[in-house]
């Protein structure tokens, strides 16, 4: 059977991890769980994965050994941690708001909350989840700063930039990076059957869009083995991200949609 939409992301978010050697993996959720559980298990045996809490466990979620909260804030604070968080709202620059939306004196909704966001973003490299691609998430301006972007960062000076890094953002069109001059965002690359047009009326800020963008590498077959066979035999991926990756067209994503520089 060919891979779903959620294995695609699930590869996605495993490749977040590729050569971080022995870092805290920290996944909040349930398709970067299952990426970061695949990563160890093939491509990255050096992670650490915790049980969230207190206990570092092995690739069947066993105990094997505890991590004081002092030794795990040593590790976030000394950047040794990759933290997958999720976002509410996020623009150009990585800013991310995951604590309210409107304004703040009076806001329309109340979320989370800012949570640990600024201390994970200034020092440990912090990749973000999204299982929806919607204009009401990726936004001209999020209504709080929570997660700390890479203009804020610059703003505040090398005692900010000294662990900041945004590695990626997957959602369920696709990768995004900040590999562009600015470090504004960039389309890295497409799930299959997903075009250019459709993440450029997804995205309501101006998206850098290379000449050619690739697809989402696919799974092989023994990673298809083990996420369906032994990380999640019970499906609950496709939960989070119904349904089945389109048939790829022709060439590359780039030939499919257009080029260059993309907006809403």
Known sequence: MS?????????????AWRGNGEVLAGPMGLIPSIGARLAKRTFSPELLLTDGEAMLVGLDGTPEGWLPYRQHLTMVTGGRRHVMM???????????????????DRPRRQLLGVRGAPVNTLNNPTSYWIPKHSPRVFVGKVDMVCGVGYDRAA??????????????????LGVFDFA???????????????????????TGFELHVPADVPYTREPSPAELKLIREVIDPKGTRD??????????????????????????
């Not at 703003?155 to 369920?172: E, K, L, M, Q």
């Open 180 to 202: 562009t001059s600015d470090h504004s965002m960039r389309l890295a690359s497409l799930h299959p059957g997903v075009t250019v047009e459709q993440v450029g009326e997804a």
């Open 86 to 104: 999720g976002a509410s709202q996020i623009d150009r620059f990585g800013n991310q708001n995951i604590s309210c939306v409107g304004d703040w």
């Open 155 to 172: 703003a505040a000076g090398p005692s900010a930039t000294r662990f900041h890094r945004i590695p990626c953002v997957v959602t369920d």
């Open 239 to 264: 939960r989070e991200v119904p349904g089945a990756a389109r048939t790829r067209t022709v060439g590359t994503a780039g030939t499919a949609g257009t080029t260059g520089t993309g907006s809403r």
């Open 3 to 15: 891979p779903t939409l959620a294995e695609y992301c699930v590869i996605a978010c495993a490749e």
